[in-house]
């Protein structure tokens, strides 16, 4: 059983910074595509950064690109979202997401998910 477990929302200043933890546990993901998504209220969930966790190319979205890092720690098996530069236009939950096998940018694409971090920038 796959499990995602988000931490390090809150809340900051515009221009500030804020780490997201992404803890995975219960399968071995070197073939798995891992990605960070962001819904705001009355909105689709959003493609952020996606990578495989076998390494490769990482994508981001042109609204984080240069600002937002996605990175993973083998040892600990926990992928990150490095967050700068911060904006209220980035204000939302946060997701992480995983699914065996190839890249995709679409939400419907992944099969586990965890349960979310709020994420508010104020101006």
């Known amino acids: 059983q796959v499990q995602l477990v988000e931490s390090g929302g809150g809340l900051v200043q515009a221009g500030g910074s804020l780490r997201l933890s992404c803890a995975a546990s219960g399968r071995t993901f070197s073939n798995y595509a891992m990605g960070w998504f962001r819904q705001t209220p009355g909105k689709e969930r959003e493609f952020v950064a996606i990578?495989?966790?076998?390494?490769?190319?990482?994508y981001y979205s042109n609204s984080v690109k240069g600002r937002f890092t996605i990175s993973r720690d083998n040892a600990k098996n926990t992928v990150y979202l490095q967050m700068n530069s911060l904006k209220p236009e980035d204000t939302a939950v946060y997701y992480c997401?995983?699914?065996?096998?190839?890249?995709?940018?679409?939400?419907?694409?992944?099969?586990?998910w965890g349960q979310g971090t709020q994420v508010t920038v104020s101006s």
């Open positions: 990578f495989r966790w076998s390494g490769g190319s990482t």
């Open positions: 997401a995983a699914r065996s096998g190839s890249l995709y940018y679409t939400d419907k694409s992944y099969d586990y």
